[in-house]
């Protein structure tokens, strides 16, 4: 089964808390706090699989969570760093955002790529002494990791891609031309997946050709198996038109150029504009020789046809044999001739903004204020949370800490402006306490 597209779920570790400890040791006086802090949670980092194609690895698992930190300690002991989550996909593979997208980074290159940054660890009390607070009984929280879905999407790399119609002899020109080995039959849509093949051209030099299934009129609509997986013949520097002109199908072979082409350019105008080698397969059908060829010797009104269309465009046509592995040659020497001339292969830019973070760092201002039937107010959000998270309610130092906090962030005033008076009731989480004004 061919995968190339699917929804995933990524977590990176929360960070460890900070612990509130105190050094308490015979003969040692005044040992004074020494909280350790939280470890780093784990980071969900993407990286390069050569040796898969497809994202099927991802079928029966989508979810991916990285490990917490650990909490701090007494005696200054910092907490574990959580471990690192691998995610393994092929080289081509876009991250896409769920509900914009808009690419996050394209996995074409070698470097590993982390997606969601593990939590912060947070500080354990000694970081909170000073000569006014010498016995700080509070510490810090550790923060959230980034989790999102993200769309993997696998768009092949490969520097040549065949396109026509069903039966044309794609998977016979990619086997004759390379060591790949895709399923060949007399039978339309024998190809059900695309496959890659590695094509040398003389020495260590070479280039990867795709092949995906047939084209059929109305495949930009979505009929068909080849609509499906155009999408692996966007990165191609070039294309190559296989066109059947053997007449077996009953089929003028100008009338197939115009099949291929006007679904490319429904699909892709980018990719229709690409430069393109016009390959008229089953050249063998039509004379009786032996040897490989360039050209007909005398070419049939169906060829002429094809030969002034593709003038008219701009395009060279090669005749050629897949079956008989005529004319490769001289057709291997054209491509490779002409890629030395293209751009390298497309690489996609993110199109993440700095408006589109992953993960905003959010603040006072985030915090959502409501009032609930029994008059009581309630607050909710991520900077609430993470303070009552590092106070100690059984602390005077902490809760005047906890105190000064509302006043500064501007919750306090807030709290007024809805309406709030003394002796109501607030909610933070499972805590409660009255509002003294």
Known sequence: MFIDKIKIYVKAGNGGNGVV?????????????????????????????????????????????AENGADGAGGKFHGANGSDVIVYVPRGTLLRDVESGKIIHDMSGDEDFVLCKGGRGGWGNRHFATPTRQIPRFAKAGL?????????????????????????????????????????????????EPNLGV???????????????????????GLGLGHSFLRHIERCRMLVQVVDISGQEGREPVDDFETI???????????????????????????????EFIELPELSD?????????????????????????????????????????????????????EDEIEVPSGADDVV???????????????????VGRVNFNDRESMMYFERSLIKSGI?????EAGCEEG???HIDDIEFEFID
């Open 412 to 416: 306090i005033e807030r709290l007024r």
């Open 261 to 291: 082409s006007s679904e490319l350019e429904k699909f892709s105008p980018e990719l229709a504009s690409r430069p393109r080698i016009v390959v008229a397969n089953k050249a063998d059908m039509l004379v009786n020789a032996e040897e």
């Open 199 to 221: 094509v040398s051209s003389g020495g260590e030099a070479g280039f990867v050709m795709a092949d995906i299934p047939g084209l059929i009129e109305g495949a930009s609509e």
């Open 302 to 354: 169906e060829c002429a046809a094809l030969e002034k269309r593709c003038a008219e465009c701009g395009y060279k046509v090669m005749y050629i044999s897949a079956a008989q592995k005529m004319g490769l040659k001289p057709l291997v020497d054209e491509i490779s001739a002409m890629l030395r001339d293209l751009p390298p292969i497309l690489v996609y830019e993110s199109e993440i903004s700095a």
């Open 424 to 426: 109501d009731l607030v």
């Open 21 to 65: 400890s105190f050094r308490r040791e015979k003969y040692v006086a005044k040992g004074g706090p020494d909280g350790g802090d939280g470890g780093n949670g784990g980071n969900v980092i993407f990286r390069i699989d050569e040796g898969a194609n497809t994202l099927l690895a991802f079928r029966y698992k989508r979810k991916f969570i």
């Open 369 to 387: 204020i409501t009032r609930a039937d029994d008059a009581s107010f309630h607050l909710e959000g991520a900077w609430i949370k993470a303070l």
């Open 144 to 192: 959230p990791g980034d989790e999102r879905e993200v769309i993997l999407e696998l768009k092949m790399i490969a520097d040549v891609g065949l396109a026509g119609l069903p039966s044309a002899g794609k998977s016979s020109l990619l086997a004759a031309l390379s060591s790949a080995r895709p399923k060949i039959a007399d039978y339309h849509f024998t190809t059900l």
